[in-house]
């Protein structure tokens, strides 16, 4: 079993920053890819970024390409999620995720594990 904690939400002014956690707990998830997803109200949960076992390739939906970047430390069982230059739009319960089978990193179905989500609000 993975259990994933995400923490990091809250309140912040668009331009201002955010870092989003994903802390593991039960087993390591060293050999997992991880993603992040986010879901606004009303709307389909979306991908946002992703991150392979090793660390070493990173996937990015077009719309935080360039202000948002995911890391792992796997010593620590913990992902982040660094979000720069934050606007309204960004605003959204974000949740980590995890799966160790092959997969589209983009699509939730893909994923074995969820966190609870952490609510990031953006004010204008």
């Known amino acids: 079993q993975v259990q994933l904690e995400e923490s990091g939400g809250g309140v912040v002014q668009a331009g201002g920053s955010l870092r989003l956690s994903c802390a593991a707990s039960?087993?390591?998830?060293?050999?997992?890819?991880v993603g992040w997803f986010r879901q606004a109200p009303g709307k389909e949960r979306e991908f946002v970024a992703a991150?392979?076992?090793?660390?070493?390739?990173?996937y990015y939906a077009d719309s935080v390409k360039g202000r948002f970047t995911i890391s792992r430390d796997n010593a620590k069982n913990t992902v982040y999620l660094q979000m720069n230059s934050l606007k309204p739009e960004d605003t959204a319960v974000y949740y980590c995720?995890?799966?160790?089978?092959?997969?589209?990193?983009?699509?939730?179905?893909?994923?074995?594990?969820w966190g609870q989500g952490t609510q990031v609000t953006v004010s204008s």
């Open positions: 995720a995890a799966r160790r089978n092959s997969g589209s990193y983009y699509y939730t179905d893909s994923y074995d594990y």
């Open positions: 991150i392979n076992w090793s660390g070493g390739t990173t």
């Open positions: 039960g087993r390591t998830f060293g050999s997992y890819a």
